[in-house]
């Protein structure tokens, strides 16, 4: 158990829908993270999210929309996906700060198919 | 922008040594980082190491950082079955958000 849980595990959808990945973390961080994982390319961070800030990633595109409600809950909206946006994407948590090493602690993923 | 490189596969026998590398564009690293991700799940951090060391050793584990060519290694010594897994090298310049991934190298082990 990691202490990080990710919901839907699996997600088809269809280009004109619109859904929403959920995660959650339970460790008492403070940071929390969206990545896009596909075949053959790094690792893609999308979004950091802190008490202080929000990072994003400015090459992802907007049909992707981050919200952090809370330091245990990130969602990933999705609306007027591509085909190309299917992959497995992870959630990750750490302690945010400067100067340390900080372990991410990840979730297993949702798998989407956007067909 | 950071890149990390590694190779995309990697086949050992069962009882050999495997070496992963990888290699990093920028030179203002603080720690550099090996994950493990096994089917079906998250990454797990495995080890780390400070930009200012040389070598880290835990248990089966090596890892070797030449600054100079900006190149990391991990090394698992008597691979086993379990070993099988993708392994992620990554790169922090800085903060928390700081944080440059690699592709993953896919390590099979044969029995």
């Known amino acids: 158990e990691t202490g990080v849980t990710q919901t839907p595990r699996h997600l088809v959808m269809g280009m004109t829908n619109k859904k929403s990945l959920k995660c959650e973390q339970h460790?008492?961080?403070?940071?929390m993270y969206w990545y896009k994982q596909s075949a053959k390319k790094p690792l893609e961070l999308m979004f950091v999210?802190?008490?202080?800030?929000?990072?994003e990633n400015n090459s992802v595109p907007s049909r992707f929309s981050p919200e952090c409600p809370n330091s245990s809950h990130l969602f990933l909206h999705l609306h007027t996906l591509q085909p190309e946006d299917s992959a497995l994407y992870l959630c990750?948590?750490?302690?945010?700060?400067?100067?340390?090493?900080?372990?991410?602690?990840f979730g297993p993923g949702t798998r989407l198919t956007v067909t | 922008g950071e890149d990390v490189e590694q190779s995309l596969f990697l086949s050992v026998r069962e009882g050999d040594s495997s070496v992963i590398n990888c290699t990093y564009t920028?030179?203002?690293?603080?720690?550099l980082y090996w994950y493990k991700q096994e089917p079906g799940a998250g990454l797990q951090l495995l080890t780390y190491?400070?930009?200012?060391?040389d070598m880290k050793q835990d248990q089966r584990l090596t890892v070797l950082l030449n600054k100079k060519d900006k190149h990391l290694s991990l090394r698992i010594a008597d691979t086993q079955t379990g070993d099988s897994a993708i392994y992620f090298c990554a790169n922090q310049e800085g903060g928390y958000q700081k944080v440059t991934f690699g592709t993953g190298t896919k390590l099979q082990v044969i029995p």
């Open positions: 990750a948590s750490s302690q945010a700060g400067q100067g340390n090493y900080y372990e991410q602690y």
């Open positions: 920028d030179s203002s690293s603080t720690y």
């Open positions: 999210y802190s008490l202080e800030e929000r990072v």
């Open positions: 190491i400070f930009s200012n060391m």
């Open positions: 460790l008492g961080h403070n940071a």
